[in-house]
């Protein structure tokens, strides 16, 4: 058996030629997510990117003119996708680094992420993909952010004010004519903003994602159909109705806030399945990126366990200082333990309810903000989703099936069938017995190209140029 190493033909990884190949993969048991129910001792073959025949393995020689792969022991999924991702270029000295970063992606099993918040560099980085220059996952780039303003440094230009339905409407018009894939909304937008933002993205065919802001509320998001990110404003339905306080609690930018902490004693969690059933009903799908939210403000992590995380080594060293300021920020807020237990106790259980409602939910890190990689990132997602109480093959749903769905390409990604793009991972452990096998990589293949552990330690190791 020849042991496949065709596929980089330069040296080094900063340039590639990917090579049709023609792979076996035998006696590999199969997660396909079109059933439960994982098929062992199967062998898959894979020519020019697709999966062209999955059958009970049998002894003997190989298909003729495949590379063999021995399945043995492992286990084959979809390749993940990441629906709520960012990249360093946007972040401190402004740097574009997506190459790399893409590398560090596909390293971590992610073969399509959803960029959040566009910029010109992120559709060159999708062509280059698309082109074959870079090596990476696909992916998919919403539009630069609608905001109402701005008060931040504006040195990077992946944002758009609309405080006008007039120019709401120009910068949607725009966006679609530049070829972006949906529109982001992210602060301080109007209602009469929002409402003209779902008008225009209807008329040009455009799905509208992202935050839902204080001046817009739930119940109208829910009511225009919007694809919902972190779970924004669901936790304020929860206010009694006295709305206590300001009426608004920790969604959004007010998690920076210690007024609205105040209000996490005065939430109803009875109110959650009601909430869910409204959500369901919406037929919306939600994004929770729940271990972002959850690691990031409910748990103070110890300074000694971030930086064992290997997500760490990858953070630019100019950015690292400004992670630890902004940490040292939030706990000088001075927040109750039992506030923050709270907080994680109502943010697993609204992620609970809504699955058990059927509400389709996707997984996403919002990486790279704080102490998170993009790629490392998504592994801890799919373990909070666990926690939250989904099973394991519930969680790979949400970085499969449902992403696939939502964005239209259930036909080609998502599962493991005839005709499928061969867009998967080997693994080592059973990801339905341990969510955390996931990130026990034997290989990845994208689009039907063999990256084997060798190779991806590699892309790891010059990922590391990161973190300089």
Known sequence: MRIIFLLLIFSGLNKTSLLAQKIAIRNVTIISMEDKKPLTGKTVLISDGLIVGIDNTKPGNSPPGYEVIDGTGKYLTPGLFDMHAHFFNEQGELKNTCETELKLMLANGLTHVRILAGHPNYLQSRRNVLEGKWIGPELSVASPQLVGRWPWPADFNNFEIADTPLKAEQAVEKFKKEGY??????????????DAIIKAADKHGMKV?????????????LK?????????????????????????????????RKPAWATVPYLDEKKIPELAKAVKA???????????FLSTFGEIASEASI????????????????????????IKLGIPDT??????????????????????????????????????????????????????????K?????????????????????????????????????????RKINAVFKKGVYYNRETLDKLLKEALVLGN
């Not at 809504?354 to 704080?370: I, N, R, T, Y």
């Open 282 to 292: 919406s037929g919306i799908y939600v994004t929770p990126t729940n271990y972002f």
């Open 398 to 438: 949400t970085a499969t099936v449902n992403p696939a769905h939502y964005l239209g390409l259930d036909q080609t990604n998502g599962m493991i069938k005839n005709g499928m793009k061969a867009d998967l991972l080997l693994l080592d452990a059973d990801p339905l017995k341990d969510i955390g096998n996931t």
């Open 339 to 396: 506030s923050l237990q709270r907080y994680r106790k109502i943010r697993l259980k609204m992620v609970y309810e809504l699955w058990k409602a059927g509400v389709p939910l996707m997984a996403g890190s919002d990486s790279p903000e704080f102490f998170l990689v993009t790629g490392f990132s998504i592994h801890d997602e799919l373990a909070t989703m666990v926690k939250a109480g989904l099973t394991p093959f519930e969680a790979l």
């Open 209 to 221: 994602i992202g935050h839902v802001g204080p001046m817009v509320k739930l119940p109208a998001a």
């Open 181 to 194: 894939d949906a529109i982001k909304i992210t602060f301080m937008v109007k209602r009469e903003v929002y």
């Open 307 to 330: 930086r064992q995380k290997p997500d760490y080594a990858y953070i630019p060293a100019s950015l690292k200082e400004e992670r630890w300021k902004n940490r040292d920020h939030f």
């Open 224 to 256: 225009a159909g919007q694809q919902i990110e972190h779970m924004d404003e669901f936790i304020d339905m929860l206010l009694p109705d006295t709305s206590y306080n300001h009426g608004q609690s920790v969604s959004d930018m007010n998690i920076w």
